[in-house]
């Protein structure tokens, strides 16, 4: 019998993606050169053009809009529903981004958000670092709250998906 461990999940999961478009492939690579950085403030349009370009490779580009803008108030200005949400943004900005997220998701809408695991930070009892904390307030405060049916996956780096009822 196999010993159920990070890496052995990690191994397993590995096998199970398909194989994927040669554009995907290419973003992948880019991602992984570059250690996937995040769109911020601070960056130009560049990594948006990028997205844009392989997005139009894949026949895509038509259902997207890009916004080039601080993510939780483009939201709060976008008008919804939306039957899906991934978040990922700066993870101190994580709580702060729960209530537009639940305003603009539908009932039976659902909310993807990454990163919840940090690195093993978040049940690291002496880390108090920012980020960490807030990572922990965003998991108390979804779990905590009767609107969602919420599942914490431990794939990866920790993902949760809430179901807003």
Known sequence: MSEINYQ???DYLATLVPPREPELQKMEEIAEKNDF???G???DDDL?????KHLSALGSAD???FHIAEAVETLRQTQG???IIFNDIDKDGYP???PVIKEKLRHGG????DNMLWSGRSFDADNHEKSTEAIRRFTRDITSDLDWIVSLFPARDGMIIGYKK
């Open 96 to 98: 702060d981004s729960l």
């Open 110 to 113: 659902v909310l993807i958000i």
């Open 37 to 39: 950085p995040i769109i």
């Open 8 to 10: 052995s999940v990690q």
């Open 63 to 65: 259902v997207v809009q």
């Open 48 to 52: 948006s053009k990028r997205a844009q």
């Open 81 to 83: 529903p939306f039957d």
């Open 41 to 43: 403030p601070v960056c």
